[in-house]
């Protein structure tokens, strides 16, 4: 092949090699746009996540749930786990209908498909907190770390929430 055959495969080489790297910096950016108009609290890797959050309860409750919502604007991840001081322990649990009733059962993980959000929302996936530490009161925040299989630990902060926040009811009081 002589030079003049090869400058057109280098300059579309140089193009793609070029493309590449802004194609990952452009998932970033999407990222950090939707978080500066706050539509997420956090990111991480390709995770955008929005404020977790919990249910006031009644002073004598020891277990509550957490909710929250993961977009993945990469390929599969997991959330494998969460802490917060507030429980003596966290699970990640589903719901499931089993002999005509619903009921929670613990997961090892939940799957945070690739291109889509994972929602933990009352009646599905959630975090169980279990030996709640103080009661959860309306308004009050707490620490909660998220642990996820590929993008790794990142710390946030849970709002707790009126008592029927998530059922609809919360709109029938305005």
């Keep these: 092949m ?13 193009a793609l090699a070029c493309a590449l790297p802004s194609a990952w910096v452009m998932a970033a950016d999407v990222h950090s746009a939707e978080a500066a108009k706050g539509i997420y609290v956090a990111t991480q890797g390709n995770l955008g996540i929005t404020l ?10 020891h ?29 990640l649990h589903t719901h499931v209908h089993e002999g005509g009733l619903m009921k929670m059962q ?11 959000t994972l929602e ?5 996936y959630h975090i169980m907190l279990i030996g709640l530490r103080e009661p959860l009161r309306e308004g009050m925040r707490f620490p909660v770390r998220l642990k996820f299989a590929v993008a790794g630990s990142v710390e946030l902060e849970a709002e707790v929430k009126s008592m029927d926040a998530g059922t609809g009811a919360e709109h029938l009081h305005h």
Excluded: Y
């Design 2 to 14: 002589n030079k003049k055959n090869m400058i057109k495969p280098l300059a579309f080489a140089a």
């Design 52 to 61: 977790p959050w919990s249910r006031a309860l009644p002073p004598s409750a």
């Design 63 to 91: 277990t509550g749930a957490l909710f929250v919502s993961i977009h993945n604007q990469g390929g599969k991840d997991h959330l494998v786990s969460a802490h917060t001081d507030i429980a003596d322990k966290t699970e």
């Design 106 to 116: 613990q997961v090892e993980q939940i799957e945070v498909p690739a291109g889509a």
């Design 120 to 124: 933990l929302a009352p009646g599905g």
